[in-house]
Every structure is written in C-alpha cells, then in structure tokens.
C-alpha cells in the first residue's frame, strides 16, 4: 500500500481566494519548521477563532513576545524538573480514577474526562475540589473549540468579508453561536482567575500554576506580566483535556483489538511491580514494551494529523515560491504512515519501536505528533507522563474486551475515528471493560 507522501511531498491548491500548501513529507517539515522556525512561527488567521475569544490562546496567537511568554510560562511548570511538584498529584488523581472506573466501568468516558478536567484544574489553580459544574463548562469549551476550527463549516473562514455584514442580515447566525461560545469561554477562564487574585490578596496561600505565578506579579518579582498569564491559563484546559482524551481512547481502541499486545503489556508491568502495587512515574524507564505502545498509539491515529502554519513573508522552497500568509498544512498522518519510515505503517506493530541487535527502532512518532519548531507542544513532558500512568495503571487492573453479542460472542472492533480537529476514536462503547 502507497501513502501520499511517496508521490507528493508537496500539493498547493488555490481555494475560497486563499493559497494552500499541504505538506506530506517528514523532511520538507523539517526543513521549514524548524530550519526556518520563525518564518513558519504563526498560525494561520481563523475569522471564528476570534470571534469566539480565542486570539488570546497561545495555540492561536501570532508568534509575538506576549505568546512566547506564555508558552515559556507553560513549559517551566510543566518540564521534567517541575515533576516533583505535579508528579504526586497526577499519580494520586490516577489511581483516583482507576477506583472509579472499578466502582462503574460503564462510565469509563465520563470517568477519563473528568479525571484529565480535574487534574489539569488542580495542577493550574491549586483548587482542592473541583465542582462538576466547572467541568462540565470546560468539556463545552472543547466542543466550541472543536466547532469553530471544523473545516468548510464557516462562511466567514471561507468568505471573510461576510464579518462586516450587521448581524440581523441573513445567513449571520455563526455570530450569535460565536458570541455564546466567546461569552461561555470568558466566563471559564476569566471567574477561576479572579478567584485566585482574589484569594493571593487576601494572604491565601493556595499552590498551583497560576497562584505562584500571580503571586510573585503581585509582588514584582516575576518576569512575566499578568497577560501573560492569562494567556497560559486559558489555553491549559483545551490543550491539555482534549488531545489528551483522544490519544487515551484510541489507545482503548486500539489495546481492545490486539489480545497479543495487551497480553505482552500486562507480562511487562507485573515483571516490574510483581502485581503488589500500581505502577508509578518512576517505572517509565524500566517499561520499554509499554513506551513502544504509547509510540505506536501516537503513529497509528494522530490525534491532530493536520499542523497549520502560515509564513510571515513570502519564502522560496526547492524552487517554489510559497507567498506570505500561505495556508501551509503539515500533515502528520501522511508523515506516521511513510512506508520510507515506517514498514507496514497500516498495520499497529508496538515491537517496531524496540532497538534490536545492531539496529535502531523506529523513529518516535511523538517527534511529529508534538509539533516542530517554535510550536513544539510545551506540555509534552506532562502528556508523556499522563498517558504512561493510565495505560499501565489501568492494563495491571483491567483486561478490555470488545462488549458481546447476544449470542455470547464478542463483538468485532470497528477501528474508525472522528474526522474533527482533535481525531478521537468513535467506537468505544461503554460495554467495553471487563475487570481482571
């Protein structure tokens, strides 16, 4: 089987009065993301992501100083050295979840995003309890973020002059959709935020992302500025949340339709705690079956197989000229599924990511799925260590199972996903987990 990227690493397209660059080859995305980083540093510009509030999140901003701040903020409360703060908090919210699945394994989707909601709540505001109805207010935050982004599905992404028509004329209902998903987004990140200012002005001494950081704002001993902050808390929850739960259900998906590779998992976990515990962030390094998993989960179904970038000015590439303000889309699918790279890249093999004898494994997909260049995910160390914790905590507990027929048998896994933004699996049901 042949992929895109073998016959064009590069396909331009001229569509709704906009140049298009789609980018399918590992190299070229090299080449441009990061030996030309800040040339292909910014975004492309999205009519609906400013009209739903979201110009400020650091995902969507233009490679300015006030996005560089707010992503240096992120990447120093999330790197390995600031583990010893949100470690024992993650392995604490984990094995949480884990005993509320075994309580109602029916509702393992409800479980999982409200475990990933709640972590990332506490870990940015230092907030003890978490009420459901912040959660259920950020779980709509995603789905906004999620809509706004769908490709073809906005007039004023497609035709932005429709932007200054009065929002009586016809056809402008987007902006009273927008107007609701903008005034819902303020209202999550903008009441939580006050609350923390509040609480540092009145001597709390609450721990978290944003209350250390605010604190020393306050103080003026802090580098950053409070926008800054703002920035980088209000891009947390989506970032974090959504991809996230989509790299965990599809490694669900994927677990439950290969018995040989959850077999050797299982072996691989118990070998290191001798079935006496759970696993913890300290057995990464001694769990080389289950890292391979995790790769092979990130190269099967990236959960965002397009990277949008737009450069600043016009550049000059192998002869073509890409001009400024370009749609270049860098697609990761294509990229995880090169047969150049990856031999039988339709097939879910983990064991192409183990080292054998006198040769190297394959290269680690993560090394696309996190991004390039001055994008890079700044929360990967984190995510790294999130997905680590609940597939080995929930496989030394768990054994999944397809859900069965009515005449006992099990039912054949349907391998498909969501053609969203965030790519998430789509046929999990709820029947799905059988305790071990």
Not at 23 to 42: C, F, I, P, Q
Not at 51 to 78: E, S
């Amino acid at each position: 089987m042949f992929t895109l990227s073998q016959f064009c690493p590069l396909v331009y397209l001229y569509a709704f009065g906009r140049d298009i660059l789609i980018v399918n080859e590992a190299s070229v995305a090299t080449d441009l993301l990061e030996n030309k980083a800040v040339l292909y540093a910014r975004r492309p510009t999205w009519s609906m992501v400013t009209l739903t509030g979201r110009q400020d999140n650091i995902a969507f901003m233009d490679y300015n100083n006030r996005q560089r701040k707010a992503r240096a903020l992120l990447q120093g409360a999330l790197n390995p050295k600031a583990q010893k703060q949100w470690g024992p908090l993650l392995e604490e919210e984990t094995t949480h979840l884990i005993l509320q699945i075994l309580q109602s394994p029916e509702s393992f989707k409800q479980h999982i995003r409200r475990y990933l909601g709640t972590f990332i709540t506490r870990f940015a505001y230092g907030t003890t309890k978490v009420e459901d109805s912040v959660l259920t207010l950020g779980d709509e935050i995603s789905m906004h973020t999620q809509q706004a982004l769908r490709p073809g599905r906005w007039v004023a992404d497609t035709a932005p002059l429709v932007l200054y028509l009065p929002d009586w004329f016809p056809g402008m209902s987007f902006k009273r959709w927008a107007r609701h998903a903008r005034t819902k987004f303020r209202e999550y990140t903008g009441r939580p935020f006050r609350r923390a200012r509040d609480s540092i002005l009145d001597g709390a001494e609450t721990q978290g992302m944003v209350p250390d950081t605010l604190r020393d704002i306050i103080a003026g001993t802090s580098k950053y500025k409070e926008e800054e902050l703002v920035s980088a808390a209000s891009s947390i929850y989506t970032a974090a949340v959504e991809t996230t739960y989509a790299v965990l259900m599809n490694f669900l998906l994927l677990i439950m339709a290969h018995k040989d590779v959850q077999a050797k998992a299982y072996q691989e976990i118990t070998s290191v705690t001798e079935s006496t515990r759970q696993p913890r962030l300290s057995d990464m390094t001694a769990m080389p079956y289950i890292d391979a998993i995790i790769r092979e989960v990130h190269r099967f179904n990236p959960v965002t197989p397009v990277i949008p970038r737009s450069p600043v000015r016009t550049d000059s590439y192998r002869g073509y000229r890409i001009p400024q303000d370009t749609w270049v889309m860098f697609n990761i699918w294509a990229m995880t599924h090169d047969t150049n790279i990856y031999k039988d890249p339709h097939l879910f093999i983990p064991e192409r990511h183990l080292p054998l004898e006198h040769k190297d494994s394959a290269k680690d997909p993560r090394d696309f799925t996190f991004g390039f260049g001055k994008r890079i995910c700044p929360g990967l160390n984190l995510a790294n260590a999130q997905i680590f914790l609940f597939v080995t905590q929930l496989l030394a507990t768990f054994e999944i199972r397809p859900p069965l027929t009515a005449d006992g048998n099990e039912e054949e896994v349907d391998i498909n996903y969501s053609s969203t933004f965030v790519r998430s699996a789509t046929a999990l049901s709820s029947r799905s987990s059988v305790y071990r």
